[in-house]
């Protein structure tokens, strides 16, 4: 077998489930140190640092003879839960796909990075510039492990292994999650004179998202990406039948494009509620922000995918270039002055109960990365 496939297998028979999804999972640890391992197994310089307590990051160096470029490969290791699947650690090999927990995200990507260094390694190294393999924890969640590397590392270009079926992606959306709370005032059910209902007052936030929401997707698309969009996730409120209700929450998530602020959900749900307060002085309301991550796009025309497209036809590959919807990790390791693409195997049924990953894409992408890193070191 494939060294590159017994690693994505070891990889998948190791439980990462990220633990702050799933409160009491293992984490990262496991699989950190397996992949520690395999990477000292063929002489990278390895450090594995913890960004949590139990959750490491592994960075391993592949140092050429002479000075050039810095060339990152980066993948995260946590997975997402596993409710639903029968046996979601025990690797199954079936027409060509490899089925498993995280076999497509990303452990068929994190396996290709590394058997792409061996393959350097073992091959005679780098005649010049420097390899860094890093595994990262917590894409799933809200990537601290990326936050971390970048805070330590830097490299001159990044390549993330995420699945994007061995097509370059350079760009993707970032998103904003807002908490909406509208208060109303309990009263008995028959006493509408002193009630005040908070859930209808949360129905003309609503309409107004979703009269926004039209109209944010009416507008000129961006070429790769599409266009923006909102959708309201989970809502609560109310006590009993036969009460008025006193409080009613909205969480909702905004998906922005490349150049939209940081603040934009809120800032648009603010509007909302302004509005609303003027219409009805009666109406309380307030929304704060809980979490956002900016999207992220490199030019097609840059050195990194016009390298990579080089790479990928050396290797007898086809190539695309697009954007993907997702957020990825491509965006902390942009927009902390790495300039990053996506790359990495096909698959499907990612967060699924049924995830494989196509193993002649983990070789494909596999010989691709070496050939980029000889080509851009
Ligand atoms: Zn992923």
Redesign the pocket.
Same mark, same amino acid.
């Given at each position: 077998m494939e060294h590159a496939i017994k690693l994505v297998r070891d990889l998948v028979a190791i439980n990462s489930i990220n633990p702050t999804l799933v409160p009491g999972a293992p984490g990262e640890a496991d699989a950190a140190h397996a992949v520690a391992a395999d990477l000292r197994s063929f002489g990278l310089d390895v450090t594995v640092r913890e960004v949590q307590p139990g959750r490491p990051n592994v960075v391993g160096v592949l140092e050429g003879r002479r000075e050039g470029r810095t060339l990152m490969f980066c993948g995260?290791l946590d997975t997402v839960g596993v409710a639903g699947m029968d046996a979601p650690f025990t690797p199954v090999e079936r027409h060509g796909r490899l089925y498993g927990r995280g076999a497509q995200?990303?452990k068929g990507g994190v396996a290709a990075m590394m058997a792409a260094a061996r393959a350097l390694a073992e091959g005679g190294g780098l005649e010049t510039g420097r390899l860094i393999v890093a595994a990262v924890v917590d &894409? &799933?969640h809200s990537s601290i492990g990326a936050d971390a590397l970048v805070a330590e590392w830097s490299a001159d270009a990044a390549v993330v292994t &995420?699945?994007t079926d061995l097509g370059i992606v350079v760009g993707h959306k970032g998103f904003g999650w807002v908490d909406v709370e509208v208060l109303g005032k309990a009263a008995h059910g028959s006493r509408p004179r002193e009630g005040e209902d908070a859930i209808l007052r949360m129905g003309r936030v609503l309409h107004h998202l979703e009269r926004l929401d039209r109209e944010i997707q009416s507008r000129a698309p961006h070429p790769l990406l599409g266009t923006g969009s909102l959708h309201a996730s989970i809502i609560e409120g109310g006590l009993e039948l036969s009460s008025y209700p006193d409080r009613a929450r909205l969480q909702m998530e905004r998906r922005t494009l490349p150049g939209d602020a940081a603040t934009l959900a809120l800032e648009e749900v603010q509007e909302i509620l302004d509005g609303l307060r003027l219409e009805d002085p009666s109406f309380r309301a307030s929304a704060r922000l809980i979490f956002e991550r900016p999207a992220y796009e490199l030019s097609a025309e840059h050195l990194l995918p016009q390298t990579l497209a080089e790479a990928i036809r050396h290797v007898g590959g086809t190539v695309t270039v697009g954007g993907a919807s997702f957020w990825?990790d491509t965006a902390v390791l942009g927009h902390a002055g790495i300039p990053s693409v996506l790359f990495g195997p096909g698959g499907a049924g990612?967060h699924s109960t049924e995830e494989y990953v196509n193993v002649a894409d983990v070789l494909r992408c596999r010989d691709a990365l070496a050939e980029l890193a000889r080509m851009f070191c």
């Open positions: 995260h995200d990303m &894409e &799933e &995420e699945p990825a990612l």
